[in-house]
């Protein structure tokens, strides 16, 4: 465990290095003299936990914690003499986890200390992600609503479109300029038809009838029709299936398009990231059961390319949110297969670093394979 230490004054920060030198601890102490210190060494190595002085040669805790921008993927505790305990209160409010009252009872009281910390902001991460999951959950349904209300009325219309272009194409049959015009036509309404069939797709995935699939199988087939495209581009791809996944209730055809969207996708950031070959141009493909749970399986694409910005992980799953140039891509490929996933009960995850990685995890639930198979 990384413990990053923020205090000036060398009697305490002996008090606390003391408290954690239990003789089977393995606990990392770093230690930061300053503010300013402070940030070189969060930026080096994320600790696990800060246990901050309220009072800093350069500053205060308190300024530090509310100044905006200041996102932490870890909790900071207070460390506080008597007297200014209102300005702790301050420091909390400004969203340090809690603060400690120095006394030599509260420094040999540390450990349990950071332990019960560690514990609450671990809870309150998750209760986090589960609302913000929720929350897009219900968005990604009511942007599922609309794009299919538009899409149905766009098909009739556009249906209209390509069956005149087709009939201006038979009639034009000697009249070679007009004649490419109208085939003109006729093309891009098959594109519009397309895409709004996709969009159709993201919003209800019509019904093929599940099936007992094995989807390390169905991930070797679709790495027989990609896998070429990739090996010519560098990309080290392998699949990792644990010997313990059984076959899954689903529906192949949509599963297949889910599996070539991401492959798709990760293809497209290592290219970005390395334009040529590179060892660590890699995609890795896992199926594994999620150890919490027997009932759910995970496929996993971790993908060592260009990453998400964090600003805009919750907007990839939307319908038509694209970064690459129109001609590359028209932003269906993660909201289709979100809605596919959804249809089978499971769940699409993302998790990112931009500049190092993207895992997206599908985790399907296991149940009614069985009745299937009966
Ligand atoms: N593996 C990945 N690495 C980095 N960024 C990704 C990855 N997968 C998706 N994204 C980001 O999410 C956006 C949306 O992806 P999505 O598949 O929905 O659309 P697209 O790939 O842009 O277009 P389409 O799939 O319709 O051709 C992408 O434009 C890209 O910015
Ligand atoms: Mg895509």
């Given at each position: 465990?990384?413990?990053?230490?923020?205090?000036?004054?060398?009697?305490?920060?002996?008090?606390?290095?003391?408290?954690?030198?239990?003789?089977?601890?393995?606990?990392?102490?770093?230690?930061?003299?300053?503010?300013?210190?402070?940030?070189?060494?969060?930026?080096?190595?994320?600790?696990?936990?800060?246990?901050?002085?309220?009072?800093?040669?350069?500053?205060?805790?308190?300024?530090?914690?509310?100044?905006?921008?200041?996102?932490?993927?870890?909790?900071?505790?207070?460390?506080?003499?008597?007297?200014?305990?209102?300005?702790?209160?301050?420091?909390?409010?400004?969203?340090?986890?809690?603060?400690?009252?120095?006394?030599?009872?509260?420094?040999?009281?540390?450990?349990?200390?950071?332990?019960?910390?560690?514990?609450?902001?671990?809870?309150?991460?998750?209760?986090?992600?589960?609302?913000?999951?929720?929350?897009?959950?219900?968005?990604l349904?009511?942007?599922?609503?609309?794009?299919?209300?538009?899409?149905?009325?766009?098909?009739?219309?556009v249906?209209?479109?390509?069956n005149?272009?087709?009939?201006?194409?038979?009639?034009?049959?000697?009249?070679?300029?007009?004649?490419?015009?109208?085939?003109?036509?006729?093309?891009?309404?098959?594109?519009?038809?397309?895409?709004?069939?996709?969009?159709?797709?993201?919003?209800?995935p019509?019904?093929?009838?599940?099936?007992?699939?094995?989807?390390?199988?169905?991930?070797?087939?679709?790495?027989?029709?990609?896998?070429?495209?990739?090996?010519?581009?560098?990309?080290v791809?392998?699949?990792?299936?644990?010997?313990?996944?059984?076959?899954?209730?689903?529906?192949?055809?949509?599963?297949?398009?889910?599996?070539?969207?991401?492959?798709?996708?990760?293809?497209?950031?290592l290219?970005?990231?390395?334009?040529?070959?590179?060892?660590?141009?890699?995609?890795e493909?896992?199926?594994?059961?999620?150890?919490?749970?027997?009932?759910?399986?995970?496929?996993?694409?971790?993908?060592?390319?260009?990453?998400?910005?964090?600003?805009?992980?919750?907007?990839?799953?939307?319908?038509?949110?694209?970064?690459?140039?129109?001609?590359?891509?028209?932003?269906?490929?993660?909201?289709?297969?979100?809605?596919?996933?959804?249809?089978?009960?499971?769940?699409?995850?993302?998790?990112?670093?931009?500049?190092?990685?993207?895992?997206?995890?599908?985790?399907?639930p296991?149940?009614?394979?069985?009745?299937?198979?009966?």
């Amino acid at each position: 465990m990384r413990i990053l230490v923020v205090e000036d004054d060398p009697a305490h920060v002996l008090a606390i290095t003391r408290a954690f030198k239990a003789p089977d601890s393995w606990v990392d102490i770093a230690v930061a003299g300053s503010l300013r210190d402070y940030r070189l060494r969060v930026a080096e190595q994320v600790p696990q936990i800060v246990l901050m002085d309220l009072n800093l040669p350069d500053g205060r805790a308190v300024d530090l914690l509310s100044h905006a921008g200041e996102e932490r993927p870890f909790p900071v505790l207070i460390l506080t003499a008597q007297a200014d305990e209102k300005i702790a209160v301050a420091a909390m409010k400004a969203g340090a986890l809690d603060y400690i009252v120095k006394s030599p009872g509260a420094f040999a009281e540390l450990p349990r200390t950071v332990g019960r910390a560690l514990r609450e902001w671990n809870l309150c991460v998750r209760e986090k992600q589960a609302q913000a999951e929720v929350l897009r959950a219900s968005q990604l349904a009511s942007i599922g609503e609309l794009a299919a209300g538009v899409a149905h009325e766009i098909n009739n219309p556009v249906n209209g479109v390509i069956n005149y272009a087709q009939m201006l194409v038979n009639r034009l049959g000697g009249d070679e300029v007009n004649r490419q015009l109208a085939e003109g036509i006729l093309r891009e309404g098959d594109r519009i038809a397309a895409i709004v069939g996709s969009l159709l797709a993201f919003a209800r995935p019509q019904a093929e009838a599940k099936r007992p699939v094995d989807l390390g199988e169905l991930l070797k087939d679709c790495l027989l029709l990609v896998g070429a495209q990739l090996r010519k581009e560098g990309i080290v791809f392998g699949i990792e299936v644990a010997v313990d996944v059984p076959a899954i209730a689903a529906r192949k055809q949509h599963l297949q398009q889910v599996f070539l969207n991401l492959i798709s996708n990760a293809r497209y950031a290592l290219n970005e990231k390395y334009p040529g070959k590179n060892p660590d141009k890699v995609l890795e493909i896992r199926v594994d059961m999620i150890e919490t749970s027997k009932g759910f399986v995970r496929i996993s694409f971790h993908d060592h390319g260009v990453g998400v910005p964090r600003h805009l992980r919750d907007k990839v799953f939307n319908p038509f949110f694209t970064t690459k140039p129109a001609d590359r891509g028209t932003g269906l490929g993660l909201s289709i297969s979100y809605g596919i996933i959804k249809d089978h009960g499971g769940r699409l995850l993302l998790d990112s670093e931009e500049g190092s990685f993207t895992t997206l995890s599908i985790e399907l639930p296991l149940r009614d394979a069985e009745a299937i198979r009966e």
